[in-house]
Every structure is written in structure tokens, then in C-alpha cells.
């Protein structure tokens, strides 16, 4: 029996990693890599197997010491951790492998490193080097010659992860995307063909994740609805699931905005209880969008993008976004543009960085081809590597620092806040339900729970929050919503959660402050911002 560890090494404070706010919530991490659960469930059983995630506990090198193989997997923007922990470990004698996004797309990078590196989907070929590696004549490098066939994978040992210590769990149903946009990896990494589970497997995880006590789950699919005919008997099934169970878990996702072109499939949504969604929007530039071939954002016959963002609204479904600044076809305008589309989209949450060319995707070969690509991504890097058409670099950073700023300000960040959930009056699709007319006491054991998770994320804003202007502001807010939904506990602690987010929005944007123009390097916890993987940043890295 071999001693094996699995490692997800810490990421950078980032936007999304809300690091800033998950002491009010009493977590440590948002949510662990979907990977680590399902790369264990593929080791055979006569080996041991432990699954460690820096971002929720420190590394023993010493326990890694005593390990008979150390396994690594990550994300570029991990790159500088992940290579510490294998020069660390290598020294200690231990055998180290490495796979994941970074694996996939720099594996030059980690070459002479590793000891042996697995690029793209490794479900084959992890098992694989398991068995040679048992008999002594595995390889120094994998790469599954054909796309996993998801209906074969595992359930994942999510009985490993410490989930007690997470705000989410990791749900994957689909890997793959249809579309072609220039900039994005996911189409070589997991091609554009959409390949789903069973139902009969996303229900054994959703029975799993129910047992471990998480009530929320992030599917970490990179466009859950790329096959929308095969996504809807998965999710009418979920709705049943939950009905049968009185609703017990809480779904948020990501998908493209052709979304708004089926009416079912929001319906469906809203019913197995997705309470948001993140949408790939990018810019509010059409010019922009058909440069980098975003072809499903200007479709004229299906809504500006306004409307469509709207319409999902209005089925019940909160949306968050994704924009990214600094396209050929964008000039300093364009920092204007932004928040005042943020503004009438009633988008509170945007994750906004500068284009970002990633290797391997279309994107990078253009721009390689094209001379416009900068080598200065070390200690000066201004957060991209793109050397935009319309401006200089310096004016992209100093604009992206001007755009989160101002998005992000009180002002701005709860006038979008206060437009949707006051204003307009928004409710989730699942308490507009009839189902709960005859399951009066799971909706009263719900609406309790609510008004205590509201009560306690206020009362540690208020004792945490050191800031006494930022306090008094959350205070104010707080208490606006008190007054206008207090029959609605959902919204209080839906409301009191985009409070506590627009503090470590604010942390965030606070480190752009000493960048100013003409200075030099990003800060770290801001260049992650910047790299327009259009992954959320703690995402799957199978």
C-alpha cells in the first residue's frame, strides 16, 4: 500500500477567493477545486490517499516527507506556490507529479520540475500511471489521447475534504462549450463538444454532498447549459431531488447569456433552486465581442444585452458577470462604458480584469503572430501581457484600476444592490413556489434559519468591520432592507451576503490605490484580476 497526497496548493488573495469575508461567514475558503474529490476516488483502494487544500490548512512538509508520492494540481495563477511545494518536497526524496490547467497550457514550465506532468483531462491516464508507476515503468509525461467520457467517472470522495471549512461544495455536471471565443482556454482544454454525468451520478454527489452538511454548491461546469437539450431531463430530475427533500441545497453556476433565449430552461433553473448565475458578458462593446468572437452576446433578434440580463432577472435568477477590458476595438472610452452598464444591468458582482492572453488559446497565437505580445509578466508587470491597439498599457492599467474603483465604491456597489433587491422587488424563483403552500413546516424551518443567518452575518459585520465609515454604511443598508423585506428572510440573508462581499470588494480595490499613473507593477493580489481565464478564480483543474 502507497502513501499518496493530493494537493491543491493556496491561491493569491483574488476577487472571488473572498478571503477578506469569510471570517463572517465562518469559513476559511469559498470552495475546494471540484478535482481533488474525484482524483482521489480514481486511486485504487489498496493504496491510502489524503487530500490537502492550503487555501483551508497549512502544509506538514514533514508529514509530506514520510508521503511515497506527492500530487499537485492547480492553476497558472497558483503557478509560484505550486513550484515552491515541489522544489520543497523534491528535497526531501519524495516523488512529486503535477497535472491541471497550468500543467496543460505552461507545462514548459514545470518541465525538469515535476517528475512526471499530466496534460489536459488525466480520468485515463491518472489510473494509468498509478498501475505503471506500481510496477516501475510509468512515464515522465501523460496525455489522454481522447475527451472522458464523464458517464464512466467515480463518485468523488468528498468523505476527504474538510468540507466543514468551506462555503460551497464542487459540483461538476458537464465539461466542454460550444462556443469559440478567442481569449478563453476552456475549448482546448475540454473542446467544444458538451459532455455530461448521468443523472443518476449527479444525484449520488448531490446525496453525498447533502450527507457532509454543505447546503450550498457552486456547478462548476464552464457553461452548464452548452448542451441545453441534454441539461434539461438532468435538471428536472434535480427538481425532484429536491422537492422530495424539501429543498435542502443551494445552486449557483456559470452559463452564456443565450440562456435568456429559453424560457424553459430559466424555468428549470429557478425550480432546482439556481439561485445565481455567472454569465460570461465581457464588454458592453459589440464591436468587441465579434473581435474576440463572442457571437452568442449579439445575436440582434434575442435582446440587447441589457434585456437579456434583465429577463434572466426576472425569472428569479441573480446574475453576476464577468467583463474584461482592453480588446482591440476598445479605447479609453470604454472605462466610462462599464460601470454605467453595470449600473442599468443591476449587476451587483463583476469580476473585472484586463485581457489576458492565455497559451495555447486563439487569442495568444494571434497576438504571438501579430508582435503583441509582452514578455513582462515578473515584478513589473502591469497585470496582462497584451499590448492593447487603442491605448497604451499604461492607460489599460490605470483604466482598469479607475473601473474597479468606481464599481466598486459604496455609492455605485449598493445603488446596484438596492436597484434589484429594493427597487425592483426581485425574489427567487424557489419562495415564489406553490410547493411550499403544502410543506408549511419545511417553509417555516426555512424562513427561521434565514432570519438567524441574517442576524449573524450583520452582527459580525458589525464587530469585525474595523472600518467605522464602512460600518455605518453597512448599518444604513442593513437596516433599509430590514425595513423594506423583513417578511422575506431569504432576501435579508441573500442582502447581508453582498454586504459582506462589498468588504473584500473593498480590500480588493484598496491595493490599486498606490498604483497610480506612470507607477510600476500590479500588486499580486490584483494581477490575478487581470488574467481573463474567464474561469472563476477557484474553479475545476482536472
Not at 477567493?17 to 489498496?46: I, Q, T
Not at 465539461?175 to 449527479?202: A, H, M, N, Y
Not at 462593446?285 to 449579439?298: C, G, I, M, P, Y
Request: overall charge neutral.
Amino acid at each position: 500500500m502507497a502513501d499518496i497526497v493530493i494537493i491543491n496548493p493556496r491561491f493569491d488573495i483574488s476577487f472571488w477567493g473572498m478571503e477578506h469575508c469569510m471570517s463572517m461567514f465562518g469559513k476559511r475558503a469559498n470552495l475546494p477545486v471540484a478535482c481533488l474529490g474525484l482524483l482521489a476516488a480514481l486511486v485504487p483502494d489498496h493504496h491510502q490517499v489524503t487530500l490537502l487544500d492550503e487555501n483551508v490548512e497549512d502544509i506538514d512538509f514533514d508529514r509530506l516527507a514520510r508521503a511515497d508520492l506527492v500530487c499537485l494540481t492547480g492553476m497558472s495563477i497558483q503557478g509560484w506556490r505550486m513550484i515552491e511545494i515541489i522544489e520543497e518536497v523534491k528535497s526531501r526524496g519524495v516523488m512529486t507529479v503535477v497535472g491541471g490547467a497550468m500543467a496543460t497550457v505552461e507545462p514548459e514550465v514545470l518541465e525538469g520540475i515535476a517528475d512526471v506532468i499530466f496534460l489536459g483531462e488525466a480520468d485515463e491516464t491518472w489510473p494509468q500511471f498509478l498501475r505503471e508507476w506500481e510496477q516501475g515503468c510509468h512515464k515522465r509525461r501523460y496525455e489522454q489521447a481522447q475527451k472522458t467520457d464523464l458517464s464512466t467517472l467515480p463518485l468523488p470522495r468528498i468523505d476527504l475534504l474538510k468540507v466543514e471549512r468551506y462555503m460551497f461544495g464542487s459540483l461538476q455536471i458537464s465539461r466542454g462549450c460550444p462556443f469559440t471565443c478567442e481569449f478563453c482556454d476552456i475549448i482546448v482544454t475540454f473542446g467544444r463538444k458538451p459532455r455530461l454525468k448521468t443523472s443518476e451520478q449527479v444525484l449520488g454527489e448531490l446525496d453525498a454532498f447533502r450527507r457532509a452538511g454543505l447546503k450550498m454548491l457552486f456547478v462548476v461546469d464552464d457553461n452548464l447549459i452548452g448542451n441545453k437539450k441534454a441539461i434539461k431531463p438532468i435538471l428536472r430530475d434535480i427538481v425532484s431531488w429536491q422537492q422530495e427533500r424539501g429543498y435542502p441545497l443551494v445552486f449557483v453556476t456559470e452559463a452564456s447569456l443565450d440562456l435568456a433565449e429559453d424560457r424553459e430552461l430559466m424555468e428549470l433553473l429557478g425550480l432546482a433552486n439556481f439561485q445565481s448565475v455567472f454569465i460570461g458578458i465581457e464588454t458592453p462593446n459589440e464591436d468587441s465581442l465579434r473581435e474576440t468572437k463572442k457571437f452568442q452576446n449579439v445575436r440582434p433578434n434575442a435582446g440587447t444585452l441589457l434585456e437579456r440580463v434583465h429577463r434572466v432577472q426576472s425569472h428569479g435568477i441573480d446574475v453576476w458577470c464577468g467583463m474584461i477590458v482592453g480588446f482591440d476595438h476598445d479605447d479609453p472610452s470604454i472605462f466610462d462604458v462599464v460601470p454605467k452598464f453595470l449600473a442599468e444591468a443591476r449587476i451587483a458582482t463583476a469580476l473585472i480584469g484586463m485581457l489576458h492572453a492565455i497559451p495555447t488559446t486563439p487569442l495568444y497565437k494571434r497576438l504571438k503572430e501579430e508582435g503583441r505580445l509582452s514578455d513582462d509578466e515578473g515584478i513589473d508587470s502591469i497585470g496582462t501581457n497584451v499590448i492593447p491597439l487603442g491605448m497604451s498599457r499604461e492607460q489599460l492599467r490605470d483604466g482598469f484600476i479607475r473601473v474597479m474603483q468606481e464599481s466598486y465604491k459604496p455609492e455605485a456597489y449598493f445603488g446596484r444592490v438596492d436597484s434589484q433587491f429594493i427597487d425592483q422587488n426581485f425574489k427567487f424563483t424557489l419562495h415564489q413556489l406553490p410547493y411550499w403552500t403544502s410543506h408549511r413546516w419545511n417553509w417555516m424551518k426555512r424562513c427561521l434559519l434565514n432570519y438567524i443567518k441574517f442576524t449573524v452575518i450583520s452582527s459580525r459585520l458589525m464587530r469585525l468591520v474595523p472600518d467605522e465609515g464602512l460600518r455605518t454604511r453597512y448599518r444604513r443598508q442593513l437596516w433599509r432592507v430590514l425595513r423594506a423585506r423583513w417578511r422575506e428572510p431569504h432576501i435579508l440573508f441573500v442582502y447581508s451576503l453582498k454586504v459582506a462581499f462589498h468588504y473584500h470588494y473593498t480590500a480588493i480595490t484598496q491595493t490599486l490605490s498606490h498604483v497610480g499613473e506612470g507607477s510600476g507593477a500590479m500588486p499580486d493580489a490584483v494581477r490575478s484580476l487581470s488574467r481573463a481565464k474567464r474561469r472563476v478564480e477557484a474553479k475545476v483543474a482536472a
